[in-house]
């Protein structure tokens, strides 16, 4: 959602068998999107 002239907010929800900590699907989000807060929810499934 947009929080600013052209600068956005983000939730996401990963679910993985083998997850990753969540700087490194902050890290994947690219650049040119402007987002510049993101939460990101990572959980193990099985």
């Known amino acids: 959602w ?3 002239h052209e ?3 983000a939730e996401i929800a990963i679910a993985s ?3 990753k900590p ?3 699907y902050r ?4 650049a040119h999107l ?3 807060h ?6 193990k499934v099985e």
Request: charged residues 20%; glycine residues 8%; negative net charge.
């Open 17 to 19: 068998e083998d997850p």
């Open 27 to 30: 890290g994947l989000i690219p």
């Open 34 to 36: 402007n987002i510049v």
């Open 7 to 9: 600068i956005f907010a």
């Open 22 to 24: 969540s700087d490194h």
């Open 38 to 43: 993101a939460t990101v929810e990572v959980r």
């Open 2 to 4: 947009c929080i600013g």
